[in-house]
């Protein structure tokens, strides 16, 4: 699985969009781009994931660049529940789990949203 | 709709004592899987479970072993307890290409 880069930490004023910025330049075909949250003292929970197209859903949005070695996930209103700790994640979703379908976690990006 | 449920969800035991750490999940998914987390890190896999009847190691397998008992249940037991598995413990399942979903941890101290 391709590793991943993330900034440590990042501010972003309430009602504003937040951008997180995620660079993965050994990616390769058939890996997909995850991301998930995890708020303080709960279990990770998954966000959004795409290949190459940008993707929306109810939660954010997730812009990867034509050559797919980075992407940016924007919360498009933050607010202060999202204040959490983002994760990164680059794999190739196979038929079933282990080291082929875990999901290698870094340090991810501490979100502080600030009123 | 429970998804993933996990017991205890805190946990403080002595050097050397055993005990298992459960998992449940209700979305009839095939993998589940069994992660750690130490403070200021991020969740390092301890075993999986690939489908029912099937687990393998992870990163960090020593010192745990674990059960897939059905689809529904993966636990995880610390035979003789040491104060490195100090930890927060996050179970999580998933099926085919789709995400993984987590639960809420079972927070384990040894002293």
């Known amino acids: 699985d391709a590793k991943t880069t993330q900034p440590p930490s990042m501010d972003c004023a309430e009602g504003r969009a937040a951008n997180l910025p995620c660079n993965h330049s050994?990616?390769?075909?058939?890996?997909?781009v995850y991301w998930y949250r995890q708020i303080h003292s709960q279990g990770p929970q998954y966000i959004i994931h795409?290949?190459?197209n940008n993707e929306t859903n109810e939660m954010a949005s997730l812009i990867i660049t034509e050559d797919r070695k980075s992407s940016t996930l924007i919360l498009p209103h933050a607010t202060l529940r999202d204040t959490a700790v983002y994760y990164c994640?680059?794999?190739?979703?196979?038929?079933?789990?282990?080291?082929?379908?875990?999901?290698?976690f870094g340090k991810g990006t501490k979100l502080s949203v600030k009123p | 709709n429970a998804g993933v449920t996990q017991t205890p969800k805190f946990q403080v035991l002595k050097t050397g004592q055993s005990m298992t750490l459960q998992c449940a999940q209700d979305?009839?998914?095939?993998?589940m899987y069994w992660y750690r987390q130490d403070p200021g890190m991020g969740l390092r896999l301890i075993y999986y479970?690939?489908?029912?009847?099937?687990?393998d190691k992870g990163e960090v397998p020593n010192g745990y072993n674990v059960s897939r008992l059905n689809k529904r249940e993966f636990s995880l037991r610390l035979e003789s307890a040491a104060p490195s598995q100090t930890s927060v413990y996050f179970c999580?399942?998933?099926?085919?290409?789709?995400?993984?979903?987590f639960g809420d941890g079972t927070r384990l101290s040894i002293l």
């Open positions: 999580a399942s998933s099926d085919r290409l789709q995400p993984q979903h």
């Open positions: 050994t990616i390769s075909g058939n890996e997909y």
């Open positions: 795409g290949l190459k």
């Open positions: 994640i680059v794999r190739a979703p196979r038929a079933y789990g282990g080291s082929q379908g875990n999901l290698i």
């Open positions: 479970s690939a489908s029912e009847g099937t687990t």
């Open positions: 979305m009839n998914h095939n993998s």
